[in-house]
Every structure is written in structure tokens, then in C-alpha cells.
T-cell receptor
Framework: DAMVIQNPRYQVTQFGKPVTLSCSQT?????MYWYQQKSSQAPKLLFH???????NEADTPDNFQSRRPNTSFCFLDIRSPGLGDAAMYLC??????????????FGPGTRLTVL | GENVEQHPSTLSVQEGDSAVIKCTYS??????FPWYKQELGKRPQLIID?????GEKKDQRIAVTLNKTAKHFSLHITETQPEDSAVYFC?????????FGTGTRLKVLA
């Protein structure tokens, strides 16, 4: 009964080699988020989609892109991974209705290693 | 933009004692304050949340208090157990996103 699924759970890539992480959800939530979490730090929001509207955080590097082809799926593309991009990447979803803000549900994360 | 400060960064308590974690936020428009627990290598999981129209909320051994005037909120865990050991994050949210605090590593000593 997994609600937010991330694949793969572990990803190893080489320096500069593009990589895509995927997230899917069975909650039919209209908002999907991507966070980067480095060891012992808080999750850092990279961007989010509200339906099809993409919202980038001001300090998210251009190296990070995202796609949301439909309600259920969202992808994180790292065009040229650097050593500093090694981290846990967390996908989360929430349902926004009107002005009401609701809980975010997190996936298990993808741990990215850059060699 | 919103800034959330969280203290302490580490907290050790004896089993059965209480633990208190405090957060302050900067954006007076924030109206939603969740607390997440993250065990090592696992996803953050919501343990309790509070909205700005409520001053206190309790769920068994866990309670959260909110002081909107002072812009701070706190997590209280009573009768701590070893399985409460984890990293706890507060967050403050206004519209469709929220900002996390820096986290508190709680160790419950048996």
C-alpha cells in the first residue's frame, strides 16, 4: 500500500553523467515536491509542481530540472552531476485545496552517489 | 523569505523523562506547523501538526504548542522511550510549501 514510491532507491552515477530519478504516487495529490537532503541536514526544497505549474526555488542550481508528465509521476533530472550533488533525494506530495495547507507525504528517497 | 530556527541541535534524555524541542519562525504569514520524525536512513514522517488558529494540540505522549505573537512553537514528548530516538524536524508553512528547521537529534538513554 505504498503511497509515494521512488525509484531507484540507490543510484550510482559518474561525474557529469546525466541521471534521472523518478517518483510516483497513488494519492492523487495535486502537489509534488523534490527535496535534497544531505547528511545530518534538513531537507532542502528544490522545486515543486502545483498541478502542471512548475515552481522553482530561487537557489536551485540550473543543473536540476524536473518533469511532471501526469498527476501520478514526477521526475528529477540532474544534467551534469557533481560530487556535491551526492545526497538523498526525497519526493513528497500533498493535496492543496483552496487556501488550505495539508500534510506532505514523503517517499522513501533515492540515495545518489556520484563517483 | 521564511527562516526557521530549531534548538537544541542534540538532546539526550533518560528513558521516561520529557523532551522539549523549540522552533522560531520569521514569516508572520505562516499558518501551518508540522513536526516530522526521521529515523536513520528513512523518510521523514509526520508525527503531529498544528494550525495557526490553535494554541495547543496533543496526541498521546506528544504535544505541540504555538505562540503566534512570539512566533515560536514547541514539541513536547513525555515518558520518552528508546524508540523515540531519531532526528526531529519542525517546519513552518504558509501556502503550498514549508521551510524546515535544522533538526534535533534526540537520544533516549535506556
Amino acid at each position: 500500500d505504498a503511497m509515494v514510491i521512488q525509484n531507484p532507491r540507490y543510484q550510482v552515477t559518474q561525474f557529469g553523467k546525466p541521471v534521472t530519478l523518478s517518483c510516483s504516487q497513488t494519492l492523487n495529490h495535486n502537489v509534488m515536491y523534490w527535496y535534497q537532503q544531505k547528511s545530518s541536514q534538513a531537507p532542502k526544497l528544490l522545486f515543486h509542481y502545483y498541478d502542471k505549474d512548475f515552481n522553482n526555488e530561487a537557489d536551485t542550481p540550473d543543473n536540476f530540472q524536473s518533469r511532471r508528465p501526469n498527476t501520478s509521476f514526477c521526475f528529477l533530472d540532474i544534467r551534469s552531476p557533481g560530487l556535491g550533488d551526492a545526497a538523498m533525494y526525497l519526493c513528497a506530495t500533498s493535496r492543496r485545496s483552496g487556501g488550505s495547507y495539508n500534510e506532505q507525504f514523503f517517499g522513501p528517497g533515492t540515495r545518489l552517489t556520484v563517483l | 523569505g521564511e527562516n526557521v530556527e530549531q534548538h537544541p541541535s542534540t538532546l539526550s534524555v533518560q528513558e521516561g523523562d520529557s523532551a522539549v524541542i523549540k522552533c522560531t519562525y520569521s514569516d508572520s504569514a505562516s499558518n501551518y506547523f508540522p513536526w516530522y520524525k526521521q529515523e536513520l536512513g528513512k523518510r521523514p514522517q509526520l508525527i503531529i501538526d498544528i494550525r495557526s488558529n490553535v494554541g495547543e494540540k496533543k496526541d498521546q505522549r506528544i504535544a505541540v504548542t504555538l505562540n503566534k505573537t512570539a512566533k515560536h512553537f514547541s514539541l513536547h514528548i513525555t515518558e520518552t522511550q528508546p524508540e523515540d530516538s531519531a532526528v526531529y524536524f519542525c517546519a513552518a508553512g504558509g501556502t503550498y510549501k514549508y521551510i524546515f528547521g535544522t533538526g534535533t537529534r534526540l537520544k533516549v538513554l535506556a
